[in-house]
């Protein structure tokens, strides 16, 4: 089973760009033809939040259109970018979200426990899980004990050592990961939110971030940097779960770099 992550596509309305300055909607585009030309099939795609740069309809009619290309279904869930009633508004009709509160939700898709958490804090740049959110996710967890998991958020639930990004991670991130640490099935906790690739262990597991289909954030590790972006390659995660149970992660850059090099 092969699962792609694309996170923080920051879709923005037709005929205007992403901070003024880059075609999300195009690199967008591109980022759902990279996951389209993957050989075998990608059997499922999950977004890890900031879907769109201002939570605006028009901005989820736009990425609605953008993720009505991909061959394989998928599933959405919001960051700080989004706003929580328009993409509730948005999605509603595909049938996997609640239709009201936190965005929260689970589903077995060929075999694989996939779990969406809904950490926004609405107005806010960092995420939180108050202690309903914390029950339902112990909850979730507790109902599926012997299946492979991903669970899925936007914010970084641990620290990054990019001082600006860490301020504004997951705050509940102790407690999501004594959760996590409780259930051994969980394979991944998967992220997105710091716009470049990260792993950690966290919760007894492996968590990890994808990068963005647009800007990364530069890797500014003295503690007093401000942070910034740049137009790094966009790329997406591609999660393969083997039959044998083991779960390989790949880090796929999107675009065109030039011929293939056959080695016989
Ligand atoms: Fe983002
Ligand atoms: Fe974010």
């Known amino acids: 089973m092969i699962i792609a992550q694309l996170s923080d596509m920051h879709i923005t309305a037709p005929g205007t760009l992403y901070q003024g300055l880059i075609p999300s909607a195009d690199m967008g585009r591109a980022a759902v033809d990279a996951i389209n030309a993957v050989s075998p099939a990608v059997d499922v795609v999950v977004c890890t939040g900031d879907l769109t ?22 599933f ?10 328009a993409f509730r508004a948005a999605f509603l009709r595909d049938g996997y979200l609640p239709e009201s509160g936190p965005l929260h939700y689970a589903r ?15 107005g806010e740049h960092h995420g939180a899980l108050p202690d309903e959110g914390l029950d339902w996710l112990d909850k979730t967890l ?34 999501i990961g004594e959760i996590i640490a409780r259930h051994p099935q969980v394979l991944r906790v998967l992220f997105g939110h710091i716009h470049r690739h990260m792993t950690v262990a966290f919760g007894g597991t492996i968590a990890m971030s994808s990068p963005s289909t647009v800007s990364q ?31 390989v992660s790949h880090t796929q850059p999107i675009g065109d770099f030039g011929p293939v090099l056959d080695f016989y």
Do not use: W
Request: hydrophobic letters at 35%; a negative charge.
């Open 108 to 122: 077995v898709i060929d075999g694989l426990h996939v779990v969406h958490v809904d950490c926004t804090v609405p």
């Open 142 to 175: 507790t109902a599926e004990p012997d299946r492979p998991t991903m669970v899925l958020m936007h914010f970084h639930p641990v620290h990054t050592g990019i001082a600006d990004v860490d301020s504004y991670r997951n705050f509940s991130g102790v407690e």
């Open 76 to 85: 959405v869930l919001p960051g700080n970018h989004d706003e929580r009633e």
């Open 53 to 74: 740069e201002h939570g605006r309809p028009e901005e989820y009619a736009q990425a609605r259109e953008i993720l009505g290309a991909l061959n394989a279904p998928c």
């Open 217 to 247: 954030i530069l890797l500014r590790l003295n503690p007093t940097d401000k942070s910034a972006s740049r137009m790094e390659p966009p790329a997406f995660l591609l999660h393969h779960l083997h039959a044998d149970g083991t779960m």
